[in-house]
């Protein structure tokens, strides 16, 4: 099974699971917050903390840029609003300094071709494809380009699809994860199967991103074989924002990494033998130690 090394780390089955705290837009544009967040990312166990980077006059639809609608920011069109949740070239320096302070990797899912080449100036670790581009050909090529490690989510798609991208970006250097994109998800909609099904036909690294509002699923997928998990992180649950109730809050991010971290322990090995512990109960219960 194939290997693929995300800054430091190697991401693969043999290997802990590489847990991601996706903080995407949930910052609400708010860098202080974002600090916070990565802090929190930090303290729980998380590998990487995940932004989103969109470049809005190219992913805004035309008939969606003048819907107004109440924001944070006040009475506003749809777009300002974008504008809003997008860091500036000064923020994300400020975001990579602090990460590098706080010893945790950072990238983002990149939604448009000139928001690649953006976070190419930070020498991005990886690449993340989220579900709602995965069939987007040109920039599955533009990204492949720039010869990083690219993960990529595959909610919303059917295996005909997820196919296709991988034919085009090849698997090197390529992570899938099993993804359901509605927010929040629900227990029977999430298909954790496919989690092995992936494994069996791609034979490389396959992750699972998940927007249910528990644990109990995502460890789950660990306990099938998921090499890589993210999870939405916030500050509160209530806050304003789409992904906010799909969310994990500070307390239950660090149960779930803690959960992921026993459940890898107690997976163990495939050989069926009697552990040291057992040995004198099996003397005393059985009398043939």
């Known amino acids: ?13 043999k290997y802990p699971s590489y847990i991601i705290a996706e903080i995407g837009i949930n910052h609400n544009g708010d860098i202080e917050d974002t600090k916070q967040l990565i802090r929190v990312a930090k303290v729980a166990g998380a590998d990487a903390v995940k932004f989103q980077k969109r470049t809005p006059e190219i ?7 003048k819907i ?3 924001t944070p920011w006040g009475y506003i069109s749809y777009m300002d609003y974008r ?7 000064e923020q994300y320096s400020e975001i990579d300094k602090f990460c590098k302070e706080q010893e945790i990797t950072w990238f983002a899912s990149v939604w448009d071709e000139p928001s690649v080449d953006f976070l190419e100036q930070f020498n991005a670790p990886c690449y993340k494809i989220p579900s709602a581009l995965m069939t987007n050909k040109s920039l599955l090529q533009h990204v492949r380009k720039k010869g990083r490690p690219i993960i990529i989510s595959t909610g919303m798609s059917t295996l005909d699809e997820v196919d296709s991208a991988i034919d085009i970006l090849g698997k090197k250097d390529l992570v899938v994860l099993q993804t359901c994109s509605s927010y929040p998800a629900k227990y029977d909609e999430l298909n954790l199967r496919v989690i092995s099904m992936y494994m069996e036909r791609y034979k490389i690294p396959i992750g699972y991103s998940g927007h249910e509002t528990g644990l109990a699923s995502t460890v789950g997928a660990v306990a099938l074989g998921a090499c890589v998990v993210e999870r939405h992180l916030t500050l509160d649950r209530a806050n304003w924002g789409t992904d906010q109730a799909a969310s994990l809050e500070p307390n239950g991010f660090i149960r779930l990494i803690r959960d992921i971290r ?5 997976m163990g090995s495939d050989e069926k033998r009697v552990s040291p512990r057992e040995l004198p109960i099996k003397e005393k ?3 043939d130690g």
């Open 1 to 13: 099974m194939a290997v693929v090394t995300i800054g430091k780390k190697k991401v693969g089955h």
């Open 59 to 65: 992913c805004v639809p035309l008939k969606q840029r």
């Open 68 to 70: 107004m609608r109440e």
């Open 83 to 89: 504008y809003k949740v997008e860091f500036s070239f």
């Open 262 to 266: 026993l459940v890898e322990q107690a």
């Open 285 to 287: 219960l059985r009398g």
